[in-house]
Structures are given as structure tokens and as C-alpha cells.
């Protein structure tokens, strides 16, 4: 079998990268959460970036979606005039 490092520093591989991805891990700061690739020398980030490329996560959409970015203040509002 052939190993592709991508991490030295933990033994992280080409295939675990991708494998933590598959799992949801859509940014260099989620792989490090999950294995932590790039949390030491960080001379692996760049490489991650590119494993990990753009648009390739499918949980990556934007944030507003066309609603209000804070949502439920009428809620808070409401629990606190209630307190």
C-alpha cells in the first residue's frame, strides 16, 4: 500500500484528509480538529487547501440563504420581557 504523507508531524495521510472531508470536515481548521494535520509546523495547510478544494464540501453553503442572519431575536426579546 502506498501512503502519501501529508502531515509529517502526525502521520497524517493523503487518504485520512480526504476520509475526515467525506466525513464533513470542509476546512484546513476542521482536519486539524479532526487529526491534527497543520496544528504544528503548519507546512502541510497548503496542501490540505488543495486536498480539501474549492467547492467540495457540500455542507459549504452561504450563510444567509436569504434569511436574516441573526434569527429568533423576536424570541429572545420575548423570554426576556417574560424574565
Do not use: W
Request: proline letters at 4%; a neutral charge.
Amino acid at each position: 500500500m502506498n501512503r502519501v504523507y501529508v502531515c509529517n508531524c502526525f502521520g497524517v495521510t493523503e487518504a485520512q484528509v480526504k476520509k475526515h472531508a467525506e466525513d464533513g470536515a470542509c476546512t484546513p481548521r476542521q482536519i486539524a480538529s479532526a487529526c491534527k494535520a497543520g496544528t504544528d509546523c503548519g507546512s502541510c495547510v497548503r496542501r490540505i487547501q488543495a486536498l480539501l478544494g474549492r467547492g467540495s464540501c457540500s455542507r459549504h453553503e452561504p450563510s444567509d440563504q436569504g434569511r436574516p442572519m441573526v434569527s429568533g431575536l423576536e424570541t429572545v426579546e420575548a423570554l426576556e420581557e417574560a424574565a
